[in-house]
């Protein structure tokens, strides 16, 4: 069974930037897609963007152009580059694997998850 572990959250005013990572183990992470989610308070979880194993990526509304998914397969992490912060990012981020690389917004799709980090942006 593969495991995730994202790192990187933090504290970060409006218009700032964070970088998140998420490392794998436990598995053959370049042949899976790869996605972001995010959670507030009170809301459902939200898709953030996802990553195919050939480099494809597809980015949730509210961040495209702010947000940049990344990978090396190398070292087994998937990155998502945060620029522009808004309040309305703050969330628990999440990061997801994708066995069978289908590439899909929805998270069920998903085989397993992360623990979260936490994002927090002031205004």
């Known amino acids: 069974q593969g495991k995730l572990v994202e790192s990187g959250g933090g504290l970060v005013q409006a218009g700032g930037s964070l970088r998140l990572s998420c490392a794998a183990s436990?598995?053959?992470?370049?042949?899976?897609?790869m996605g972001w989610f995010r959670q507030a308070p009170g809301k459902e979880r939200e898709f953030v963007a996802f990553?195919?194993?050939?480099?494809?990526?597809v980015y949730g509304e509210s961040v495209k152009g702010r947000f940049t998914i990344s990978r090396d397969n190398a070292k087994n992490t998937v990155y998502l580059q945060m620029n522009s912060l808004k309040p309305e990012d703050t969330a628990v981020y999440y990061c997801?694997?994708?066995?069978?690389?289908?590439?899909?917004?929805?998270?069920?799709?998903?085989?397993?998850w992360g623990q979260g980090t936490q994002v927090t942006v002031s205004s």
């Open positions: 997801a694997a994708d066995i069978m690389d289908i590439g899909t917004t929805f998270g069920y799709a998903y085989n397993y």
């Open positions: 436990g598995g053959p992470f370049s042949t899976y897609a």
């Open positions: 990553i195919r194993r050939r480099d494809s990526t």
